[in-house]
């Protein structure tokens, strides 16, 4: 199946059916009153989250999406049928996005979550609800109203703890599949990743992370060259990247320029992406001769002006990759137990009326 990420689609909602001006005139009842019921409802079109649903491409052929009118209201108390509501399952980590004015409409984040998209019309009123004492032979009725139609953008950004960074052939299709359940498409050339890949990586039976990777970026990126800026959204849910180097390329090119070159791109792209946390990973070490890898860790670090934690791997010997899959594991561990701590104590401060100190508010002023 090919991998797309990207769709445009219409919405309409069914409108309300209309309601009914009607008299009752039965055989023993010659002045019965009004009796006109009200229309139906106009169907809705809803967003599910499916998480066995990894695409947008079942959108990319079927761009418009049309729900039912509701009936009209008849005589002898009759109101009209509502129209079914329409389901349209997509991926989790589907950002909705109305293409005219650029509002996010909703962001399905988990399996099973529902979002009204565009509602439909409500039915109108016969001529039972206009009766009263004064009015006993009420000919109103309103009109049904009409439901609600929009152009929507929707862009898929895949749900990962860990995101991968770094130039075509720089190992991250290896990286990923050495230590996860995710096998792409591995050769000697560059750009053999086309689309990203989601990998399952298992530290132990109960303890697992998702990690992602996407093709290679190139120098340029963000003026359009290569593939890999436009699937840079899908790290954009990740809690770390990981930036990784070969430090022993075929072409001779200083892997420093080229490290340097991902980082110019990523903030050029998207600052928030830019400022997350992100570890070095050099890869490849069994290209280079044991007495010379420490040398080229150090010069690599030192011209890089790298501050951070660095990693030192062979993708393809694996050797290195057990401990930086647990070191990762604790490292999301760590960041789930201060999210939770932080909105546990949000709902007990919610509870008890508390709101957050603002330091320069005079009630708080330390007075000598």
Not at 289 to 315: C, Y
Request: glycine share 10%; net charge negative.
């Amino acid at each position: 199946m090919k991998f797309i990420d990207e769709a445009k689609i219409e919405v309409i909602a069914g409108d309300g059916g209309n309601g009914v001006a009607s008299f009752c005139r039965e055989k023993f009842r010659p002045f019965g009153g009004p009796d006109g019921g009200d229309g139906g409802k106009g169907g809705s079109i809803i967003a599910v989250a499916d998480r066995n649903i990894n695409t947008l491409v079942d959108f990319r052929f079927s761009k418009m999406h049309k729900a039912k009118n509701g009936e009209n209201g008849r005589g002898a108390d009759c109101y009209g049928k509502g129209a079914d509501d329409i389901f349209l399952r997509m991926p989790v980590g589907t950002l909705i996005i109305d293409n005219n004015d650029g509002e996010i409409v909703a962001d399905l984040t988990e399996h099973g979550q529902q979002v009204l998209i565009a509602k439909g019309g409500d039915g109108g009123w016969g001529n039972i609800h206009f009766k009263s004492s004064t009015n006993r032979a009420p000919r109103q009725k309103s009109e049904g109203k009409e439901g609600e139609r929009r152009e929507l953008r929707l862009e898929l950004k895949v749900l990962a703890d860990v995101g991968l960074l770094g130039m075509p052939n720089a190992g991250k299709s290896t990286f990923i599949s050495a230590v996860s359940n995710a096998r792409p498409k591995i050769a000697d050339y560059p750009f053999t990743t086309l689309h990203p890949n989601l990998g399952v990586v298992r530290v132990s039976h109960e303890k697992s992370f998702v990690i992602a990777d996407i093709p290679g970026l190139i120098e340029g990126a963000s003026d359009g060259a290569g593939l890999g800026i436009q699937f840079l959204r899908h790290l954009q849910r990740t809690r770390l990247l990981l930036h990784i180097v070969d430090l022993a390329p075929f072409d001779n090119v200083d892997p420093v320029k080229e490290a340097k070159a991902i980082v110019k791109e990523l903030k050029k792209y998207d600052e928030s992406l830019f400022d997350k946390p992100r570890w070095l990973v050099l890869n490849k070490l069994d290209m280079v001769p044991e007495d010379e890898r420490k040398s080229r860790v150090k010069d690599f670090v030192k011209r890089f002006g790298w501050k951070g934690p660095v990693f030192e791997i062979s993708a393809l010997t694996r050797e290195g990759c057990a401990d930086l899959i647990v070191e990762i594991y604790d490292y999301l561990a760590l960041q789930r137990q201060a999210e939770t701590r932080s909105e546990e104590t949000q709902m007990v401060e919610e509870a008890r009326g508390i709101e957050s100190i603002d330091p320069d508010d005079p009630r708080f002023k330390i007075i000598d």
